[in-house]
């Protein structure tokens, strides 16, 4: 599938506007041609050339100023931003798929582990979606009244959660199959549904899927019955 991304485009009849394009396109007016060419031999998606360190620019266009490498960033967080605009106010999670379209784009550029926190009402409708925590490249720490809190503060009777594993599969270590438990355990205490818990994988690692279900893979009970998965995957 070609990447495509929204780009800052500048002309004299409309000024600035945003403009769908492909990765090579979308680097040219920050690096030039040649240098995009270059940047793109070691570093093929624009997922990959996102989360490199300013260092590893460098060391791959030894001439490119700071100056340059800054609208780079700024443009990749644009493009991030009005993507996520794209998610409608009254967005409804019905399946953990949804979950997992929902905050898929808050870890696009992410090189650290982060853990997004998203609250619902009883119909399951989004009232508030947040970054809990980030951390490092293969960790982020929370604590569980982290989690909960903002529902107390915003009403939302049902909590869900998702983090990402930056240059991994989207596989679960058995520390986050044992935090998910503990979130669903502590959500009964506080009569707070603990939906689900999602892990989004790295783009860039092959992989069958994307993204994990903690209740797709059976280490959380459904508490949903009701409401059919959209597409079935095997989580073992």
Do not use: W
């Amino acid at each position: 599938m070609t990447e495509e991304f929204y780009v800052l485009i500048y002309d004299e009849r409309t000024k600035f506007r945003l403009q769908k394009r492909n990765k090579s396109a979308f680097l040219t007016p920050f690096l030039g041609k040649r240098n995009s060419d270059l940047l793109l031999k070691s570093f093929p998606t624009l997922g990959e050339i996102a989360k490199i360190s300013d260092e590893q620019v460098r060391e791959k266009l030894p001439r490119i100023s700071q100056n340059r490498i800054g609208l780079l960033r700024a443009a990749f967080q644009l493009s991030s931003e009005f993507n996520k605009e794209t998610i409608p106010e009254a967005f409804c999670i019905e399946c953990p798929e949804d979950l997992a379209d929902l905050v898929r784009e808050e870890f696009r550029f992410s090189r650290n582990e982060k853990l997004i926190g998203v609250y619902m009402n009883s119909a399951y409708h989004v009232i508030e979606m947040r970054t809990i925590a980030e951390g490092a490249p293969n960790e982020v720490t929370v604590q569980p009244r982290q989690v909960f809190e903002p529902a107390f503060r915003n009403g939302a009777t049902v909590v869900a959660t998702a983090h990402n594993h930056p240059g991994a599969s989207s596989f679960p270590s058995e520390s986050d199959r044992e935090i998910a438990k503990e979130y669903r355990a502590i959500g009964e205490v506080l009569e707070i549904q603990f939906y689900d818990e999602v892990i989004i994988g790295d783009s860039q690692v092959p992989s069958m899927r994307d993204f994990y279900s903690m209740v797709k893979s059976g280490v959380l009970p459904n508490l949903c019955e009701d409401v059919l998965p959209r597409r079935d995957f095997d989580f073992s």
